[in-house]
T-cell receptor, first 110, second 116 residues
């Protein structure tokens, strides 16, 4: 079993829909990252959080440390949101290397 | 801030050849990471440096792989005697370590390696 599990693996939505991507992890962590990867490979860091909730524009990330679960929400989705969204955790015994989920491929149709 | 730069963007080579990739981190970042990503999978950790010291290596980093960061700035990742299974995207990231706080990693666009 992977240490970081994401669901769903693939997600297709209509423009304007509210989207939720989930991430569960099995190790103790000091921080959790949500990353966005577009075709071609480049990765952009969206959020880094260790508790509570963060919001940036139409994106919201939440984490529940006790339940070892995080969610990424996209409100009013747009075709330009189409990308792979990756959850990655920094283990609390780690010196810095991230443990990644396999990613959720999101496609938003106009 | 010019971001993390990786070169080349794409590399195609025949099996058995040696390849070298370069990563230039954000200038003030003292930590540099290498990851490998195969198709349909999330990235996997290979190794990381703090300044010029290589502090951790994954078991994925076989003896054909070597990484250096000689002056604590740019880093190179060399793969000797490449194999088909080495085909992947090689990602570099950098961050600034601060005592008591986690800092986000900034990623380059990656080098895509294809072994013929």
């Amino acid at each position: 079993k992977n240490e970081v599990e994401q669901s769903p693996q693939n997600l297709t939505a209509q423009e304007g829909e509210f989207i939720t991507i989930n991430c569960s992890y099995s190790v103790g962590i000091s921080a959790l990252h949500w990353l966005q990867q577009h075709p071609g490979g480049g990765i952009v860091s969206l959020f880094m959080l260790s508790s509570g909730k963060k919001k940036h524009g139409r994106l919201i990330a939440t984490i529940n440390i006790q339940e070892k679960h995080s969610s990424l929400h996209i409100t009013a989705s747009h075709p330009r949101d189409s990308a792979v969204y990756i959850c990655a955790v920094l283990g609390n015994r780690s010196q810095g290397n991230l443990i990644f989920g396999k990613g959720t491929k999101l496609s938003v149709k106009p | 801030d010019t971001g993390v730069s990786q070169n080349p963007r794409h590399k195609i080579t025949k099996r058995g050849q040696n390849v070298t990739f370069r990563c230039d981190p954000i200038s003030e970042h003292n930590r540099l990471y290498w990851y490998r990503q195969t198709l349909g999978q999330g990235p996997e950790f290979l190794t990381y440096f703090q300044n010029e010291a290589q502090l951790e290596k994954s078991r994925l980093l076989s003896d054909r792989f070597s990484a250096e960061r000689p002056k604590g700035s740019f880093s190179t990742l060399e793969i000797q005697r490449t194999e088909q299974g080495d085909s992947a995207m090689y990602l570099c990231a950098s961050s600034q370590s601060r005592t008591g706080s986690n800092q986000p990693q900034h990623f380059g666009d990656g080098t895509r390696l294809s072994i013929l």
